[in-house]
């Protein structure tokens, strides 16, 4: 069965950093583009971060801008998103999901196919 996993969200303190991965099971990654989601309490979940299949071409929320980084390893079935100078604000459970084309500017959750359970972030001092 096709399936996404996240890991490495955790307690952070403001400023500080994380580093989410997201493990492909069952599929390759190759094909797909990949994006980061994510869902604070009360709120509606947003798109964060996409990237291409081939790692070519890149997007990001304007919340995050210069802050997160999107990047993939094809050979680890693995794509990676770099969390830096955090914020309280950015506390959520952060999904990602695989589309199978790479989606210009908003990211819309009905584009992405398989998801992953998700990851809880916690930027708090």
């Known amino acids: 069965q096709s399936h996404l996993v996240e890991s490495g969200g955790g307690l952070v303190q403001p400023g500080g950093s994380l580093r989410l991965s997201c493990l492909a099971s069952g599929f390759t990654l190759d094909y797909y583009a990949i994006g980061w989601f994510r869902q604070a309490p009360g709120k509606e979940r947003e798109g964060v971060s996409c990237i291409s299949s081939s790692g070519g071409s890149t997007n990001y929320a304007d919340s995050v801008k210069g802050r997160f980084t999107i990047s993939r390893d094809n050979a680890k079935n693995t794509v990676y998103l770099q969390m830096s100078s955090l914020k309280p604000e950015d506390t959520a459970v952060y999904y990602c999901?695989?589309?199978?084309?790479?989606?210009?500017?908003?990211?819309?959750?009905?584009?992405?196919?398989?998801w992953g359970q998700g990851t809880q972030v916690t930027v708090s001092s």
């Open positions: 999901a695989a589309a199978d084309f790479f989606p210009r500017g908003t990211l819309r959750e009905r584009d992405f196919a398989f």
